[in-house]
């Protein structure tokens, strides 16, 4: 197991920093990975993206540029190094650890690019993955205490200080002045108005693991370059807890075998953990969030 993770301290702020999940040998393949998608994004051919003018599943074709790329396990964007890295050591002892479970129980779930949009500055709203803005403070704690069973995080490839938190959100739910600065879809003039948020700066191979549920934003510079690997992991405890906020990224693609038969042992039955999560949901649950 990885010494260097403080667990209690990932309990307490709800997010911790960990430096170098990439060995070396692999980072310049993943960048090489990254630069390919990038390019097929924003060139069209790729059209899973994030589209500008649109914060939250499901995403459009309304606007050209991009702030992320969706999907980079799937098999037709012909780039192993995403699935290798998803399933590698470094990353699953993380998360085995995180949450506390064996490698038996893990879930494959997300595993999507965060990039600089290149024509227009974008912000994401203050916001909870999978809370909605207008939830009361009872129906936040509610939430809050049943999101115990899944970790996300994001990789820097380039330094990166696009996410802003409030430490210790996953926990309580929001005082009255954070209500009143995260309750409409407009995203923030200043990020650092919201009381109690701090900036997450990640240098290169840093990565930032979160509870999704702390209250936070991103704020997107067209001018700097972002490459920001950006997943989440479950585990089988948490029952249907989490379908929603995995199923509505859209994931029927990760149900073919075409997409199994490429993954090692490991990947295969974290993925059939997804997806007999997928199967055991009936109906569509909708999305976490309005756009
Ligand atoms: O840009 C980021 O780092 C955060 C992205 C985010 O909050 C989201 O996709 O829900
Ligand atoms: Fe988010």
């Given at each position: 197991?990885?010494?260097?993770?403080?667990?209690?301290?990932?309990?307490?702020?709800?997010?911790?920093i960990?430096?170098?999940?990439?060995?070396?040998?692999?980072?310049?393949?993943?960048?090489?990975?990254?630069?390919?998608a990038?390019?097929?994004?924003?060139?069209?051919?790729?059209?899973?993206?994030?589209?500008?003018?649109?914060?939250?599943?499901p995403?459009?074709?309304?606007?050209?540029?991009?702030?992320?790329?969706?999907?980079?396990?799937?098999?037709?964007?012909?780039?192993?190094?995403?699935?290798?890295?998803?399933?590698?050591?470094?990353?699953?002892n993380?998360?085995?650890e995180?949450?506390?479970?064996?490698?038996?129980?893990?879930?494959?779930?997300?595993?999507?690019?965060?990039?600089?949009?290149?024509?227009?500055?974008?912000?994401?709203?203050?916001?909870?993955?999978?809370?909605?803005?207008?939830?009361?403070?009872?129906?936040?704690?509610?939430?809050?205490?049943?999101?115990?069973?899944?970790?996300?995080?994001?990789?820097?490839?380039?330094?990166?200080?696009?996410?802003?938190?409030?430490?210790?959100?996953?926990?309580?739910?929001?005082?009255?002045?954070?209500?009143?600065?995260?309750?409409?879809?407009?995203?923030?003039?200043?990020?650092?108005?919201?009381p109690?948020?701090?900036?997450?700066?990640?240098?290169?191979?840093?990565?930032?693991?979160?509870?999704?549920?702390?209250?936070?934003?991103?704020?997107?510079?067209?001018?700097?370059?972002?490459?920001?690997?950006?997943?989440?992991?479950?585990?089988?405890?948490?029952?249907?807890?989490?379908?929603?906020?995995?199923?509505?990224?859209?994931?029927?693609?990760?149900?073919?075998?075409?997409?199994?038969?490429?993954?090692?042992?490991?990947?295969?039955?974290?993925?059939?953990?997804?997806?007999?999560?997928?199967?055991?949901?009936?109906?569509?649950?909708?999305?976490?969030?309005?756009?």
């Open positions: 197991m990885t010494a260097a993770i403080n667990k209690a301290l990932y309990d307490e702020q709800g997010y911790i960990v430096p170098n999940l990439i060995p070396p040998e692999k980072l310049e393949a993943l960048k090489e990975a990254c630069e390919h990038i390019a097929k994004t924003r060139t069209g051919s790729w059209p899973h993206r994030r589209t500008v003018g649109r914060q939250f599943p995403f459009d074709d309304s606007n050209p540029d991009s702030w992320g790329v969706q999907h980079l396990m799937h098999p037709d964007l012909e780039e192993p190094a995403f699935a290798e890295w998803y399933t590698s050591d470094a990353l699953i993380v998360a085995k995180l949450l506390q479970c064996n490698e038996d129980e893990l879930q494959m779930e997300l595993f999507n690019l965060l990039i600089n949009p290149l024509e227009h500055d974008f912000a994401l709203r203050w916001h909870r993955d999978d809370v909605r803005e207008n939830a009361t403070a009872e129906e936040e704690v509610i939430a809050l205490e049943r999101w115990t069973h899944g970790v996300q995080w994001n990789t820097a490839l380039y330094e990166d200080s696009c996410l802003y938190l409030v430490p210790k959100t996953h926990k309580l739910p929001r005082t009255e002045l954070q209500r009143a600065q995260s309750m409409t879809q407009a995203p923030p003039a200043s990020p650092l108005d919201m109690g948020a701090i900036q997450v700066t990640l240098q290169p191979g840093e990565s930032v693991f979160y509870n999704n549920n702390i209250l936070h934003c991103g704020a997107y510079n067209s001018k700097q370059r972002r490459a920001t690997l950006h997943g989440c992991m479950g585990d089988t405890r948490g029952g249907s807890t989490r379908a929603k906020n995995v199923l509505q990224h859209g994931l029927l693609w990760m149900t073919e075998d075409r997409f199994r038969d490429r993954l090692n042992e490991r990947g295969k039955k974290m993925l059939q953990a997804l997806v007999d999560m997928k199967e055991g949901v009936k109906g569509d649950l909708g999305y976490s969030q309005v756009n």
